[in-house]
């Protein structure tokens, strides 16, 4: 594949990529201006679409950077929220329920996902959501493959700990408990 398919490669991964945006950014509005962004970044860019790279991999890279600018800039501006509402974690549909039990199970584990501070949260987002392996995770990333493994581990180990003790739930480094902020640390 060449910078030149592109184009014509776009309108069969916007289903995975407005995925993946409203899942980082909560809000069906701020997920469709992303995706948006990121295309038209990703088509002034194709250039620097490097042989070989999966167009999906290299897609994410960008809505991922994208959003990071964008946080940035509402910090700058003091504007917003970035905390997901419960009603957009509903609103993700998923076939695989059939009982309100799974729809139950479902929702907890999106809540304990989206209680993740945000690095580990865009991790297991790309891993086991999007299906990415480490490798590719870590080139959308943009940091070390052991960084990603770290990041998964602990990313684990928390919801793991949220489903043994529920009434401790993490709390972000404003011991807010939101994810918003910047991504911690790399290792």
């Known amino acids: 594949m060449t910078g030149q398919d592109l184009p014509s490669l776009l309108p069969g991964l916007l289903p995975r990529l407005w995925a993946f945006a409203l899942r980082i950014t909560g809000d069906h509005h701020d997920a469709e201006d992303l995706v948006q962004r990121a295309c038209v970044h990703a088509l002034e860019r194709v250039p620097q679409w490097q042989p070989g790279t999966s167009a999906l991999s290299w897609m994410y890279s960008i809505v991922h950077t994208t959003w990071i600018?964008?946080?940035?800039?509402?910090?700058?501006?003091?504007?917003?929220?970035?905390a997901w509402d419960d009603a957009d974690v509903e609103a993700i549909p998923d076939l695989q329920a059939s009982t309100p039990?799974?729809?139950?199970s479902f929702h907890q584990v999106f809540g304990a996902v989206d209680r993740l501070p945000e690095a580990q949260r865009f991790v297991v987002l790309l891993v086991a959501v999007e299906g990415l392996s480490y490798q590719e995770a870590a080139l959308v990333l943009d940091v070390p493959i052991g960084t990603v493994m770290s990041r998964l581990s602990r990313a684990r180990r928390t919801i793991g700990d949220q489903f043994r003790h529920p009434a401790r739930q993490p709390r972000g480094a404003d011991g807010a408990g939101s994810t918003s902020g910047a991504c911690e640390e790399d290792a």
């Open 69 to 82: 600018n964008e946080i940035r800039a509402r910090r700058v501006r003091s504007r917003g929220s970035l």
């Open 101 to 104: 039990e799974d729809l139950a």
